[in-house]
C-alpha cells in the first residue's frame, strides 16, 4: 500500500522560511516522479511542483517560481520542498503527491496523496 | 497558460440522482483531463484519467467523456460516499491546473 506522510507544517512569520518533507513508502520511489499540490483554507487545489523520478527535471508554479525548490533523496525514500520568502498567501496545505510515471511531463496524474501538512504564513 | 473552468460551483442532489459536472479549458487538452474527488476533510483521490478511464478501484457509477475542450464527469447514481468536492486538472502541459471545483451537497 502507497503511503505518503508529509511533515515539517507549522507557523511560519512573513519572509520565513520552511522545509517540507513526505516520506514515501509501499512502492519503489525512484520508479516515480512525484509532486507538492497545495489547497488554501475552503479554496481549490493549485499545483506547486513536480520533479521526476532521477531529480533532474523539475517544474515549479509561476506563484513560487524562486522562491520554493523541490528536491528528492532517493535513498531515503524521501520528497523535500524549501520554501523561502514566504507570503500569507502561501498559507495551505501542502500535499506530496505521487505520480503514475517516472517522467513529470505532460499526461501525468497524481495516483496518491498524502493527508497534507498546513503552512501557516502571519506574524 | 491553461484556464479550467468547472460548472457549476456547486449542486444539489439526494441519493440516487444523476448529476453531471462540466470542465471547459481555455485551449484544447486534447484528453489530457483528469477528475479527482475530494471528501470533506480528506486529501483528493483520483477518479478518471485521460479524459475517461476509470481509475483503478473506482466504481462504475462513475462516467466521464470529452476532449479538447469541454468535458464532462457524470456519476449516474449518487451515493452517501459521493457528497464531496470534484476537481478537472489538465496535463498537456508538465504544469497542472485545476478547475475551481464542484461542491455536491445533499439537497
Known amino acids: 500500500e502507497v503511503q505518503l506522510l508529509e511533515s515539517g507544517g507549522g507557523l511560519v512569520q512573513p519572509g520565513g522560511s520552511r522545509r517540507l518533507s513526505c516520506a514515501a513508502s509501499?512502492?519503489?520511489?525512484?520508479?516515480?516522479?512525484m509532486a507538492w499540490v497545495r489547497q488554501a483554507p475552503g479554496k481549490g487545489l493549485e499545483w506547486v511542483s513536480s520533479?521526476?523520478?532521477?531529480?533532474?527535471?523539475?517544474?515549479?508554479a509561476d506563484s513560487v517560481m524562486g522562491r520554493f525548490t523541490i528536491s528528492r533523496d532517493n535513498s531515503k525514500t524521501s520528497l523535500y520542498l524549501q520554501m523561502s520568502g514566504l507570503r500569507p498567501d502561501d498559507t495551505a496545505v501542502y500535499y506530496c503527491v505521487k505520480l503514475d510515471a517516472f517522467g513529470n511531463g505532460p499526461q501525468t496524474w497524481g495516483d496518491s496523496w498524502g493527508q497534507g501538512t498546513l503552512v501557516t504564513v502571519s506574524s | 497558460d491553461f484556464q479550467m473552468t468547472q460548472s457549476p460551483s456547486s449542486l444539489s442532489a439526494s441519493v440516487g440522482d444523476r448529476v453531471t459536472i462540466t470542465c471547459r479549458a481555455s485551449q484544447s487538452v486534447r484528453s489530457s483531463l483528469n477528475w479527482y474527488r475530494q471528501k470533506p476533510g480528506q486529501a483528493p483521490s483520483l477518479l478518471i484519467t485521460?479524459?475517461?478511464t476509470l481509475h483503478t478501484g473506482v466504481p462504475s457509477r462513475f462516467t466521464a467523456s470529452g476532449s479538447g475542450t469541454y468535458f464532462t464527469l457524470t456519476i449516474t447514481s449518487v451515493q452517501p460516499d459521493d457528497f464531496a468536492t470534484y476537481y478537472c486538472q489538465q496535463s498537456t502541459s508538465p504544469k497542472w491546473t485545476f478547475g475551481q471545483g464542484t461542491k455536491v451537497e445533499v439537497k
Open positions: 509501499g512502492f519503489t520511489f525512484n520508479d516515480y516522479a
Open positions: 485521460r479524459g475517461s
Open positions: 520533479i521526476s523520478g532521477f531529480g533532474d527535471i523539475s517544474y515549479y
